[in-house]
Structure formats: structure tokens, C-alpha cells
């Protein structure tokens, strides 16, 4: 692994990962701060806070920021998710320093302006619209609010209208001292660039912060069973369900990914191969396992013709079931054999590393090098499979469905969650 | 440059673009076959097709075509636009040879089978009703519906649900002869792939094919002006105009892309600054310059609240003619330092590479090298822009509209497209 971790001396950690045959280089700050670390008022805060960091520094306006990165080509973006908040650059190779500049100034020395933050509150109110008009977007938000009940990780990260408005720069500056201390932070750059010049900066830039005391992570949500719809106008019909899935470092988490991947990641998935291509019943059909720090979902997803929905569920939850008894290895090697070219061509993605690394360090505190995530996935067996496969069929189901599918036509599939 | 061009004894172009350092390769073969290239009664016929190639061979069946990719980790996909279809793999560099085969395969020997063709139908028609749930992607078929009256650019390239059923083996094995000729066919490879091994592939597996004589492109289509507006009862409206532009091998057409960049491309661009930045109107906003093979557009997109559409109308349009007058050179400077950085960018990535190499030849006839990119932009002056933006503001207007807003808060911004 090329890939080489530092740690300041106020717990602030730098990833340096050259590629020297690049010309360019991607570069991010994570804080291990997202919707899960929100209270029930800062509903939506996260993801408020990394809109409003681009809104202006002490010495910068928000026209600046944007006209600097842009004049010499750079790309600055932000992601908030659930369990963390991302702030990177795509730029050349000569313009590392200009790029850690300004993520560290909009980091550390953001204005809050309150004609500012009112503004980009209605921006965020149109964000929420434009998700709100995507019901594959709907359908998960619904799924999440089903599956985890009254815990943060229920929430949809964007907020609601109200909750997003009632934030002020106050509550701002509070989730940030309390959610972006120097341990939550991980600097992270790959591409033309090398630990001896960039030490030195991320020293300048976050070396200086004060320590504080690691922030505890919030308790792990308990899974809750049960069935949500929207019975929207459209043209199709969404449904998602899920069973309890496991945390991203259990040690079954490699298992449920194949299981996942197996039943229905790729096109010589079964539930590609049983809806899509011997019925001719979805265009857009497939499994997931997501995997979060303190839990993990294993589920499927179809968008299908609205009174096919109950046909439908009935094959998913077939398949899901058959799987769990009969996937054979070559099922599983296939998915294995697609995970790992994946990471293979990951590693050819600037972006893609410096991601990796800082989900890892948040999730396993630590670099996995590709060789250990091909060895931990090459040592799942079937067996494994199975067990994880009928650990979550063993469990409650939590379903949304969006769109004008019958909900009564799901319970007959679904007996339990429709009882929840 | 590093990638070469060869041209088979028929016509077939074949591109090599090695990449040595990487341990993976992107593989893909494209027919300058689109939308455009349909007759009326074979409308959604070149995306049916491109489905369809991947329901069976004379020798492999749907299953084992996704088998035998997957069991090495390549991802099969492919692409059709309005002036091409494209059949692409990622793989890792042992498995050059079995992509090429498999693609190879499921273009020359497709089975057709009509009981596949019926189930492969229903996905589409599904695909169609994915799209029709998608406010953002109606409004752009809605916008080119509008500007290109009778021409086939103006339809979907989905096409209806009736027109995809309405087609039958036959109709695709004609399609198919009319437009996928050697000529019309570049097989492209990038990453770990190097000519001496690439060509006598490529020569063995389109090298037999016999030739054809050059079909004649579509003509070019004929611009048209008006409003259409589709009312659904959805969160935000969604509003795109476009004016006249180029086609992609004008001598303007370099000086549109970088108008309509700093317009509306970065965060530093009039539209995001004017509209989102200083009034929080909208969270998506830009602007576009599209150059097809024969004509081209430069327009401007929102979604917003819907009872803000007719003041977000007025500010796109006047910051559209501002800039037509009072484009600096700095902003012109910072939108070509964004498009270099871009394209610094996709030459680290070898699938950006042969897609780039196909979309060439068939516009420009040869592969312009990076350094030829470069120089085409930096040859654009501010009086281009000026020139190109009053070229496109005099010309009539094509509006479209998907949401609540009301249409007649338009008319002031667009009365020409009001009264088309």
C-alpha cells in the first residue's frame, strides 16, 4: 500500500497517497460529523453547515472562494451523509497548497453572515423539493424513517423545511465546536503529491487547532418493522424493504455484501436475472447490504409498472429467501471476483482513495490495505453467506412503497412488517 | 498523444490509447447510430437495439453473456444517444481479449429472439416511466421536442411505449444493417493495453466484415421557437430555454461552450452567483452550449419554487444578454481553466479516454490531441463570446416547462417563444 497515515499532535490525521504518474491530485478534509450526530433541534444541521462554509470566511466573500479555486481550474465540492461531512478539490498538481487553503479558511474561518445563512436556507428548501420530485430519493428517505424509528439515522440528512429554517448561526457555531474537533478530522490527499511537501502544510493548516477530548459516537438506532406508502400520482410504483443487517465492522459485513451482491448486484444477479431478464417486470431491480457504524440493513429495491408491485414483492422476497439456502459458490465468486476489480479500478481514482481512506479511518481507525479487504473478502464462504442471509430473513421487515401500487396487494409478502 | 489510430482494410477504426501504469482497461465498441438515425416507425428502435444485444447470441444466452464478464469482475454496459450508440466494458488488463469477444459477439450474432424481444419491451417501457417520474429529464426532452419540430432530434430517445412496441426482429435486424457498417464503427481500447496485442483482435473480429458504402448523416434540422408546459402538481418547477447555437465542429463552437460555461458552468459563474448565491432561488442553475453533428443550442436551466419561475425566468435571461455584452476576460479565463483542468482530468481515466476517441471520429473525421483541445480554447477571444452570444440571443427562443408555475409569468421573458 502506498497509501501512509499521520497523526498530528492534536489527533488531526493526514493521508498522503501518491500516484506519481498523475498530473493532477484530489484533496479533502472529512470531519466524522454528519446526520446521525444531529439532536432532534439541529435536525438537518450537518448538511446546513457544509452549505454555509462556502458562504464566506474572514477574509473571504463567497464570490471569492468559488473565483479562486476556478482560476486555476479546481473543482471544490462538499457531501454530507449520514456519518460524516466531506470538503474536497480535484485540481492540478501545482495547486495542492491553493486547495488546502481554502478548505482550511472556509473550515476555520467560516462568517455565518445571517443574510448569508437565510439565503442559503431557501437554497436548501429547494434542494429538499428537488428530492422530494425523485421518488427512488423518497423511497429510501422513507425506508431509513421506517427502519430506525425516533434515532438520528432516521432522519432524511437534507431536514425539513422548518428544521432547516429554524437553524441560526449560533446553532451553527455549536455543532461545529461540537462535532469538528481535531480527533474528527482526517486530511487526505492522493495524486501528484508527496507526504515531504504536504506534512508540512497540513501542519500549518490544522496543526494549530486545540485538542479535546474524543467525542463519544451516538448509540447504535434500534431496527423497527413496519410498512410506510406514499400514494403519489405517478408513473411507477417504488418499493424498498429491508431485514437488520450488520455494522460495517462486524465480522459478517464481507459475507452480507456478497450475499447482497450475489442476490442482486450485477446483471448475472438473481434478481436481475428473475425480474428483469426472464420477466421483463423492472428496469432498475437490485439488492444492497448497507453497512453504518453501529448497524446495517440487507434489502431490495424494484420500480416497477404500479400493478405489478404485489407480483413483485412476492419474487423479491422468493429470491432473497431461495438465496439464503442455495447460492452457490460460483454466484459468490462472480460477486467477489466484481467487488475486487472495483477496488482495483478505484485505486486508479484519486477521488476514489482519498474517500476510502477517510471512511475507513472513521469506521475501522485505521488503513485497510487492498490486499487485506481482497483477503477478508476472499475468506467468506458460502456458509458465511448463508448465516448472514438467514440472519436477516430470520428478522422484521421495515417497507416503503412510493407511488399508486396497492398497499394492500404487499401484505400477504410482508405479513409481519404490515403488522409492525 | 499517445493513442493512435488504425483504420481496417473495411473501413473499421480502431483505437489504441495505452496506459501502462494501470492495471485495468476500459474496452468499447460505438456506432455512429442514434435517435436521429430512425426513420418515424423506428422510433426508440437504437436504445431497443442496444438492449436487445444483450438478450443472446447465436452461442450464449442472456445469462452466460453476464456470466462470463462477471466472473472475471468486468462491467458490461452500453449507451445510445441521439447520434450514437456505445457497448463498453472496464476490465482488469488479463481480460482485454474476452471483452473484446463477448462485445464482438453480441453485435454480429444477436439472437432476437422474439419471446426475449416481448420481455425486453416491458423494461424499456419501464425505463420510459422511470424517465417520465423524473421532472428534470421530461424537461429537457419537452425543450428538445420544442426546438427541433419534425426532425428526429426532437424525440426521445426512449422512445414511446407504443413505438418500442411496435418493433419486432426484423425491424431491429434492419436497423441494424442500415447503420451499423464498418464505417460507422470504432472499437477503441485504453489502459493496460498496448497495439501489437490490441490490433490482430481487433482485426479478427471486425476485420471480416464486409464493406459498405458511407451512409449519408441526417439532415440537418431546422430550429423552432414556443413554449410547452406540462402542469403536474410536483414541489418545484422546472424551467429550460434554449436560443440557436453550433454544431459541435463550427468555429464557434469552442466560444459557445466557454459563453455558456462562465455564464453558467462553475460556482463562480453569473447564474449560480446571480441566482443562487445572491437570492437563494434555486439549488440547481446553469447553463449549457450543446453542439450536435448539425446544429447545436445554448440555453439555461432551473428548478425553483414554482411562484418564483417568472422572476427566475427574468433573471436568466437578463444575465444571458448581460453577459452577451460584458463577458471579461477573466471570467472567460476562468471557464477555460475549468474545461483544461477537466480534460487533464479525463485523460487520467480510460474510459473518459475512449469515449472522448469515439465521440472524435465521428464528428471530426481524426482524434485531436489534448494539446489541439487546449489550443482551439485558448484561440477563443472575448469578441468570440460576444459574437456567439448575440448570435444566439437574436434568434427565437424554445421554452419549456415541467410543474405548477404558472406559464403566463413567462410571456413578458419570452414573448417570442410565447407567441412560436
Redesign the interface.
Same mark, same amino acid.
Given at each position: 500500500m502506498s497509501a501512509s497515515l499521520h497523526t498530528l499532535s492534536n489527533g488531526v490525521r493526514v493521508v498522503v497517497d501518491p500516484m506519481p504518474?498523475?498530473?493532477?491530485a484530489a484533496l479533502g478534509v472529512w470531519a466524522h460529523a454528519g446526520s446521525v450526530d444531529e439532536r432532534e433541534d439541529e435536525h438537518g444541521i450537518a448538511h446546513l453547515l457544509e452549505h454555509m462554509a462556502?458562504?464566506g470566511t474572514a477574509t473571504r466573500t463567497?464570490?471569492a472562494?468559488?473565483?479562486e #479555486?476556478? /482560476?486555476? +481550474?479546481?473543482?471544490?465540492n462538499a457531501a454530507t451523509s449520514h456519518q460524516r461531512t466531506g470538503y474536497y478539490a480535484? #485540481?492540478?498538481k501545482d495547486d495542492v497548497a491553493l486547495a488546502l487553503d481554502i478548505i482550511a479558511d472556509i473550515l476555520f474561518a467560516p462568517r455565518f453572515d445571517a443574510g448569508e445563512l /437565510?439565503?442559503?436556507?431557501? @437554497? @436548501? @428548501?429547494?434542494?429538499i +423539493?428537488?428530492a422530494? $420530485?425523485?421518488?427512488d430519493d423518497v423511497v429510501f428517505d422513507m425506508l431509513m424513517a421506517r427502519a430506525w424509528g425516533d434515532h438520528p439515522l432516521a432522519r432524511p440528512i437534507l431536514g425539513t423545511p422548518r428544521s432547516v429554517r429554524a437553524q441560526d448561526p449560533q446553532s451553527l457555531r455549536g455543532f461545529m465546536e461540537r462535532c469538528y474537533r481535531p480527533a474528527d478530522l482526517v486530511v487526505a490527499v492522493a495524486g501528484n503529491a508527496d507526504a515531504e511537501a504536504f506534512l508540512p502544510l497540513a501542519e500549518r493548516y490544522f496543526g494549530a487547532l486545540e485538542p479535546a477530548p474524543a467525542r463519544a459516537r451516538p448509540a447504535a438506532p434500534v431496527f423497527h418493522s413496519g410498512l410506510s406508502h406514499d400514494p403519489r400520482p #405517478?408513473?411507477?410504483t417504488h418499493l424498498a424493504f429491508a431485514f437488520p443487517g450488520y455494522a460495517a465492522t462486524h465480522e459478517l459485513a464481507f459475507a452480507a455484501r456478497l450475499y447482497a451482491d450475489a442476490l442482486g448486484g450485477?446483471?448475472?444477479s438473481r434478481l436481475?436475472?428473475s425480474i428483469?431478464?426472464?420477466?421483463?417486470?423492472?428496469?432498475?431491480v437490485y439488492a444492497f447490504a448497507d453497512a453504518y457504524e453501529r448497524c446495517g440493513l440487507v434489502g431490495a429495491y424494484a420500480?416497477? /409498472?404500479s400493478d405489478q408491485i404485489g407480483e413483485i414483492a412476492r419474487l423479491l422476497r422468493r429470491d432473497m429467501e431461495a438465496a439464503a439456502d442455495g447460492m452457490t459458490r460460483?454466484e459468490i $465468486?462472480?460477486a467477489r471476483?466484481?467487488?475486487?476489480?472495483?477496488l482495483?479500478?478505484g485505486?486508479?481514482?484519486p477521488a476514489s482513495r482519498i474517500d476510502s481512506a477517510a471512511g475507513q479511518l472513521f469506521i475501522w481507525g485505521r488503513l485497510l490495505a487492498p490486499e487485506e479487504i481482497i483477503a477478508r473478502l476472499d475468506a467468506v464462504s458460502p456458509d458465511d453467506v448463508r448465516r448472514c442471509a438467514e440472519h436477516a430473513l430470520s428478522g422484521p421487515c421495515a417497507v416503503a412503497m412510493v407511488g399508486p401500487g396497492d398497499a394492500a396487494s404487499l401484505s400477504a409478502v410482508f405479513a409481519q412488517a404490515a403488522r409492525g
Open positions: 504518474s498523475l498530473e493532477t462556502f458562504k463567497a464570490r472562494i468559488a473565483e #479555486i476556478e /482560476a486555476v +481550474g479546481g473543482h471544490l480535484r #485540481i492540478l /437565510a439565503k442559503e436556507q431557501e @437554497v @436548501v @428548501v429547494q434542494e +423539493g428537488e422530494a $420530485d425523485t421518488p #405517478i408513473e411507477q450485477g446483471m448475472s436481475f436475472q428483469r431478464e426472464e420477466r421483463g417486470l423492472a428496469y432498475s420500480g416497477a /409498472a460460483a $465468486d462472480r471476483a466484481l467487488l475486487r476489480a472495483s482495483m479500478m485505486l486508479e481514482n
